[in-house]
């Protein structure tokens, strides 16, 4: 244990040259390194480095969890700054897992998934409440953060949940439609039975009169 107490500075000074050197794999191993037996303030410091690395790599998920971690500092400055990177790791997270969307709008990319066949990468309306609340997780984190982009994110986010919101509601109208389509084809449906009632009515009534004509 003393010897990982003593070369926790030489992996924290390897981390960061790493990371400037933008060998992120390098700077991951080395922080988690220097991490591993701190607490307190430090570990703080060392989870949001950690973060960072992560970020950059492109492992959005690991460094929300480190940037989680980060958040547990005593130091306001070293909190808000986790929580607006937290919020960014959140972002690009859920953004990532739309995939490649091409040329088109988020609006069309998400319609297109929606109305895709099984086989193909259909969403559910259950998948957009997920986006929704994974969006708005972020926003909140914008919102609670105080770094010089924090309004101009919350705002890409406040624009992602308006068009996850838009969709949801086109698509219970969608819905409202065809169940009225519906409602109104089975009347018609009853009407065609009671006219061919009354119709078969109508043969009776002649083949009676019929009947009393031969009488």
């Keep these: 244990q003393k010897h990982n107490l003593f070369t926790s500075p030489a992996d924290e000074k390897r981390g960061y040259?790493?990371?400037?050197?933008?060998k992120y794999t390098d700077a991951i191993e080395a922080f988690k390194s220097a991490?591993?037996?701190?607490?307190?303030?430090k570990h703080a410091q060392l989870s949001s480095a950690l973060g960072q690395a992560f970020y950059r790599s492109g492992d959005y998920k690991a460094a929300s969890k480190a940037f989680s971690d980060a958040m547990l500092?005593?130091?306001k400055s070293t909190q808000t700054e986790a929580e607006y990177n937290l919020g960014n790791s959140l972002y690009q997270e859920q953004w990532d897992a739309f995939g490649d969307m091409g040329e088109s709008t988020l609006k069309e990319y998400l319609t297109k998934r929606l109305e895709?066949?099984?086989d193909e990468e259909k969403i559910t309306r259950e998948d957009l409440d997920d986006y929704e609340k994974?969006?708005?997780?972020a926003l909140e984190k914008f919102q609670a953060s105080q770094q010089p982009n924090s309004k101009q994110n919350a705002k890409a986010c406040k624009e992602v949940v308006k068009t996850i919101q838009e969709i949801r509601k086109e698509l219970q109208q969608q819905q409202k439609k065809?169940?009225?389509?519906q409602k109104?084809?089975?009347d018609k449906g009853k009407e065609g039975d009671q006219k061919k009632d009354s119709d078969q009515g109508k043969e009776g009534d002649q083949k009676k009169d019929g009947d009393q004509g031969k009488e």
């Design 17 to 22: 040259e790493a990371l400037k050197q933008k």
């Design 116 to 118: 895709a066949s099984e």
């Design 73 to 75: 500092s005593d130091q």
């Design 134 to 137: 994974a969006f708005n997780n």
């Design 35 to 41: 991490r591993k037996h701190t607490s307190g303030e």
């Design 184 to 186: 109104k084809g089975g």
């Design 178 to 181: 065809e169940e009225e389509d």
